[in-house]
């Protein structure tokens, strides 16, 4: 695949097919959770930056590490309440430091998708050769934890190199997730892998980080939402909530999952799902046509 160009065509949302969903539902949503380990001693997300080139840098850290201690158990509950599947963002290294969080996860038959070795390292600037190793091991080590090969694809960061996808079909993975450009799956030019959307705008991460109070989280949430039905009189849409325990699973924003999770889940025409049912709807309604 060319370095110089987009591992995909243009193709305006205005001259596609309509794309149905089961039940007649126009928006597809699914919870992308992310699962991610962090190293002490390398820079990563940081809530204050002043710190964060220290090794250790402590007050950094112990804000990431909140996720796997407290975080993820809150946001777990709330998930059950509600009935709602999370489609797990998945660092590999989090089968070897976390196996609690895999074995509830399993419990709770949650979706796993493959999102890199670990987020203290982006996914960019390995040469075709390394880049299959390193693929191969993360995608074996989350099949052997979990019991079944992810199918999606999330880079630490968001990040590929232009051979990524080409990569990721070989190992038998059908979609990724990094290319946030669509509010409806598409092809990518590599045989049998296609696009799914993300999102980095609805995104706890993205969004409490510039100063979002709760309650215009949940606003945010139910403008996405409505905006996307209505436009869905054309074809279904897909809407991502994005997730990151140590964002959302703070004791004082838990509350606002708790009732974005409450409204989303007595909409009418939504269908509540998983990245890898949505991936798998749009390929057999793809072939079909």
Not at 120 to 147: K, Q
Not at 198 to 213: P, S
Not at 248 to 268: K, S, T
């Amino acid at each position: 695949m060319a370095s110089n160009r987009v591992p995909f065509s243009f193709q305006p949302i205005t001259e596609r097919a309509p794309l149905h969903w089961p039940g007649g539902a126009r928006v597809a949503t699914y919870i992308g959770l992310n699962v991610e380990h962090f190293h002490v001693d390398l820079p990563s997300t940081s809530i204050w930056p002043g710190t964060a080139d220290l090794v250790p840098d402590a007050l950094n850290y112990g804000w990431r590490d909140y996720g796997p201690r407290v975080g993820i158990w809150r946001v777990a509950e709330i998930l059950d309440r509600h009935g709602v599947p999370a489609s797990v963002l998945l660092n590999s290294e989090v089968v070897a430091h976390y196996p609690q969080i895999v074995k509830a996860g399993l419990e709770r038959g949650w979706t796993w998708v493959a999102h890199g070795r670990t987020n203290s390292v982006l996914h960019a600037g390995m040469d075709r050769d390394t880049e299959r190793v390193e693929l191969t091991e993360l995608v074996d080590t989350i099949a052997g934890a979990t019991g079944r090969r992810p199918r999606g694809w999330l880079g630490p960061g968001l990040t590929e190199t232009f051979e990524t996808p080409a990569l990721l079909a070989e190992l038998g993975l059908e979609y990724v997730l990094d290319w946030t450009n669509d509010d409806q799956p598409y092809p990518l030019d590599i045989p049998g892998m296609i696009s799914v959307p993300y999102t980095v705008e609805i995104n706890d991460l993205g969004l409490f980080g510039k100063g979002v109070t709760g309650p215009e989280f949940v606003q945010i949430v139910k403008d996405q939402y409505e905006q996307l039905r209505a436009d869905a009189v054309q074809g279904g849409r897909v809407m991502a909530l994005a997730l990151h325990p140590f964002v959302i699973g703070q004791a004082f924003r838990a509350r606002y999952l708790d009732e974005v999770l409450a409204w989303l889940a007595a909409q009418p025409d939504i269908w509540l799902t998983t990245s890898h049912e949505i991936a798998t709807c749009y390929q057999s309604v793809r072939h079909a046509a």
